[in-house]
Every structure is written in structure tokens, then in C-alpha cells.
């Protein structure tokens, strides 16, 4: 199958002529508005210097039910000791900052400086939010992502501390669980999202399953009031 050019109008083909890789198209911009359509579509960026913009929509996909999610007898005592504070949408900037150092054994990071600087914005828009995973203090884990109805995806995490970035999504996962979130995106499946209860799905159920569940409204702004306030 070709792969599509995009232009500077947002637009892009339809998911299933995506590639048997789950490459859909390239170029374009990270504009708040071509994300926000990207994720709309089950569509999201992944690339990485010098490589132009690349749009992906993997078949299948790797999602995680929240009612699914999977809490090891190691991590239930960690949580009930509150080894870790965690919080919502207090440190987002700092979140993606760790996200995008280099992990041990890689070359570089595929969350660029524009990357980086689009995510941003859209958590000042209210779209783009984090979870982080405080120890004696300091930040030792987190993740962030994008919340559309209720749907999040998950884009990146990171763990300075042993379990930290566990302790963040497992509360993420059992929070957004009790205000009716139907999925939480992961994109492409690694053992340590299966571990905790993702499974991959084929994407023509993934694509119908969204299309359900934007159709709430979105929860914008600032998660650690909002979110609070709904319990």
C-alpha cells in the first residue's frame, strides 16, 4: 500500500489503508488541531530526528480495559503502604521532559523538541495530561497522554524509581475506571503493558469502540481538581 503525504490542510486517509506495519502517512505538522484529528481517527505521531513526521494505525492494537487492569500482590502492597504520592497534572512539563531522556541501550528519544512543545500545548488546552509518582519529594515516575471522551492515550512513561511508573498507571487505570472510561489506548504492545493487562485487539473493533466512547464529553483541564471534584 502507498504511503500518503499529508498537506498543510488536516487531513488524512482512512486508518485501514494503513500499511502492514501500521505506517498511514507522513509530513505534516503537530499542531494541537491536527493531533487532536489524529486521535480522533485512532490515528498518532511516532518518529524520530531527521525522520519527517510519521502517522501510524497499527492492526491490531494494543489496548488496556481498565476494568482489566492487572495489580500483582507486589504492587497492591506498595500501593496500600503509599510508597508513592501520586498526583494528576501537577508537573507536566517535567513528566515529558523525563519521558524524552534516553533509556539505557538506545541511541536517542522519539519525543523530539517539537514533540515535546506540541504536547504542551495541548495540556494547556486541557486535552494533554500527566500523572506523576512522587517519592520522599521527588519525582520518580510518571506517565502522559491525551484524554478524548472517555478514552486516554497513553503516549509515554518513565520510572526513576523502581515501580513508580507501575504505581502512576495502575492508578490512573482504576481512576479513570470509576468515571467510566472505556479504554485506555497503548498503541503497540511490550511485555510490561501486557503485565499489567493490555491486550491487543484488531484495530476495525478499536476504531468502532472510539467512535463509541468520544461521543462522551471530554473531561478538560486541570484532572487534579476536576477529577477530584467528580468523586
Known sequence: MPVFRLTSQILFPPPHMASPDGILAVGGDLTPERLLEAYRQGIFPWYADPEPII???????????????????????????????ITFDH????????????????????????????????????????VEAWFEGTLAGGLYGVSLGRCFFGESMFSHVSNASKAAFITLAESLQERGFGLIDCQVRSDHLLSLGAR?????????LLEHLLSYETYRGDWWRNLQGQQ
Open 55 to 85: 502517522w501510524w494505525s497499527p492492526n491490531p492494537r494494543c489496548v488496556l480495559f481498565p476494568t482489566e487492569i492487572k495489580v500483582s500482590r507486589t504492587m497492591r502492597q506498595i500501593l496500600r503502604q503509599k510508597r508513592f504520592a
Open 91 to 130: 508537573s507536566f512539563p517535567a513528566v515529558i521532559a523525563s519521558c524524552q531522556e534516553k533509556r539505557a541501550g538506545q541511541s536517542g528519544t522519539w519525543i523530539t523538541e517539537e514533540m515535546k512543545d506540541s504536547y504542551i500545548k495541548l495540556h494547556e488546552m486541557g486535552y494533554a495530561h500527566s
Open 200 to 208: 491487543e485487539i484488531p484495530r476495525e473493533i478499536f476504531l468502532a
